[in-house]
């Protein structure tokens, strides 16, 4: 074992269960009370790198029919899922790599979120918005 900081450790030399913390400079540990876009990350975490481009179909959210159950934000595997006080904001289409994960938990009749074409606007997405299914269609 390494008497190194963390910070100054390689890859190879981390024991299991090591955390390992993308924040530019000393971790305040209230850092989970921050909101996202207040911290202070690395250059090389993901949160500084835009992967949005490699995304060939894109979730729209449908503010009209989002129950703010908060199923895509916590299943989420890029935390793209913006949300504030427990109630859904939109989704950060820099970091969205378009996985429809969010639109497979979403519970709602319809859906509040649906995976649409890259290049459809948000408006245009709205407009094609499925109309509520009633019991037995």
Known sequence: ???????????????????????????DYNISEMQPEDRLYSETSSKAMSVGDWRVIKPVWNSETCIDCQNCWIFCPDTSIIARNKEMKGVDYDHCKGCGLC???????PKSLLMFNEY???????????????KGE
């Open 1 to 27: 074992m390494s008497n190194k900081p963390i910070s100054e450790m390689g890859w190879d030399e981390l024991v299991p269960g090591a955390a390992l913390y993308t924040f530019q400079g000393d971790v």
């Open 103 to 109: 639109v497979s938990v979403c519970p709602t009749n």
């Open 120 to 134: 459809e606007t948000v408006e245009d997405a709205l407009a094609q918005w499925p109309e509520k299914k009633k």
